[in-house]
């Protein structure tokens, strides 16, 4: 797929990984609208970005948010043909903590926000991608989902995100052979440790060494770097139906 007829949703889109993705559309001449909760970042982006870009506040967990949403955008941008799967939240607790077992509602929370809420958006998303005239590629759209590491080198304290992420890498292959008969691909990033606004609030000396823990190179990953991979996997048709680790080599280790 040319980018330049990019059609995009981003979910989690207003910052980090899912920011730079926007940023990355708009500069390469696509259009995209942000799904997002922030109202006060997603409105800053698109009134900084212009009129390529809508922000629409939605919830990835709620069928109606998601269904009004993607409408709005495809009378918007004319259609859709491009999702990118940015939106997700992460928690660090243990099995067994020092209050006790692992609180339940939130293990179920992660869950819900990150692999239910991934699949509600690309269940949607396709209904309405196989209704795209094919381009000269045949294709109708491509969906891209994040991941983690985390799904293959959870630590101690991430059981429900490493479930949550894991759950993202599994889908991808059946979601993707599912789908190639409408022209439509499934692909999954697997991001390592990234400077998204989570490491904000650690200081400068933190984050250094967060970053040398990465063989190469040794530093923490630029959000500009997940989307320009996002704008490979869209222009290149070959790339279906798996998980890319972005992550500098870095293997985790339990804590």
């Not at 390529?52 to 993607?70: G, M, R, W």
């Not at 009378?75 to 491009?82: H, I, L, Q, T, Y």
């Not at 040794?218 to 972005?246: C, D, F, H, K, W």
Request: hydrophobic share 40%; with cysteine.
């Amino acid at each position: 797929m040319n980018i330049q007829e990019c059609r995009a949703i981003v979910t989690g889109g207003a910052s980090g990984l899912g920011e730079a993705t926007i940023r990355k559309i708009i500069e390469k001449g696509g259009k995209a609208v942000i799904f997002d909760q922030s109202e006060e970042h997603g409105r800053r982006l698109q009134e900084e970005l212009g009129e390529s870009v809508l922000f629409l506040k939605t919830d990835v967990t709620k069928e109606e948010d998601i269904q009004e949403a993607l409408n709005k955008a495809a009378d918007f941008m004319g259609s859709v043909n491009a999702v990118v799967n940015c939106a997700g939240i992460g928690i660090a607790e243990k099995v067994i903590g020092r209050n006790g077992a692992h609180n339940l509602s939130l293990f179920s929370r992660v869950i819900n926000v990150n692999l239910v809420g991934t699949f509600n958006v690309i269940r949607l998303a396709a209904e309405k991608m196989v209704t795209n005239i094919v381009n000269d590629q045949n294709e109708r759209g491509v969906i891209i989902n994040t991941a983690s590491v985390a799904a293959f080198d959870g630590q101690i304290g991430q059981a429900a995100y490493s479930a949550s992420k894991g759950g993202i890498v599994g889908m991808t292959l059946p979601i993707a052979r599912e789908l190639a008969r409408y022209g439509i691909r499934v692909m999954t990033i697997a991001p390592g440790l990234f400077h998204t606004p989570m490491f904000d609030t650690l200081p400068q000396e933190a984050r250094d060494s967060l970053g040398k823990m990465v063989p190469f190179p040794p530093r923490l990953g630029y959000p500009g770097e997940y989307a320009q991979l996002v704008q490979s996997i869209i222009e290149n048709s070959m790339l279906n139906g798996e998980t890319i680790r972005l992550d500098g080599a870095i293997r985790m280790q339990p804590k």
